[in-house]
C-alpha cells in the first residue's frame, strides 16, 4: 500500500509513504542528508566515486558540503509561498526529454543531491525518493537504480488507480 503526505498542504508537492515506513520519502531523504553518521557511512562506501566524479577526497568535506546543500534544497522545495514555483525545481529525469509525458519522471538536484518525483500536471508533484548520485547514470550504482524502480513503482501505482492528473489525484485521495 502507498499513502501519500500533502507537504505543502495546497496541493503542489506530495510525498510517498511507503509501506512500513515511519516518515515520507522526502522527509527521510532530508532525515538522511542531515545525519552525520550516515553520510560518513555512505562516502566511505563509495569513495572512489566521490574522487573520480567529483575530485573530492576528503570525506569531511564531502559531509559538510552535503548538509549545506540540503538545507539549501530543502528551503527551496519547503517554499510554502503561493508564488514558489516547482517548476523551476523539477525537471524531467531524462536530459533529452523536450515534450511532456503524463506522469513524467522528474529530478530536483543540487550538487549530487537528487531528489525524484512523479509529475502530476504543471506545478504539481509527488515525490518517490533521493539520493546521492555520485556517477554518470543512475543504473551504475544500486542506491541509484533502487530509485529508478520505486519511480517506476508509484507511476503503474498511480495508472493501475486511474490516476493521470492532479484531479484524478485529489479524487483518489478523496476516497481514502
Known sequence: MINFDD??????LWAVRYEGENENALFHCLDQWNDVEWLRDFFLKNKSDLESYFNV???NEAISDTIEDADKLQCLILDLSPEADLEKIFRPLDN????AIILNKEK?????LRLYAIRLEKGSFI???GTIKLTATMSERQHTFQELAKMEKVRNFLLDEG???????EDYQDTL
Do not use: E, K, P, Y
Not at 530536483?108 to 549530487?112: G, K, Q, T
Open 7 to 12: 507537504i505543502t498542504c495546497d496541493g503542489r
Open 57 to 59: 577526497t576528503d570525506v
Open 96 to 99: 533529452r526529454q523536450t515534450a
Open 108 to 112: 530536483a538536484r543540487l550538487s549530487w
Open 127 to 129: 515525490v518517490t525518493g
Open 163 to 169: 490516476i493521470v492528473d492532479r484531479d484524478s489525484f
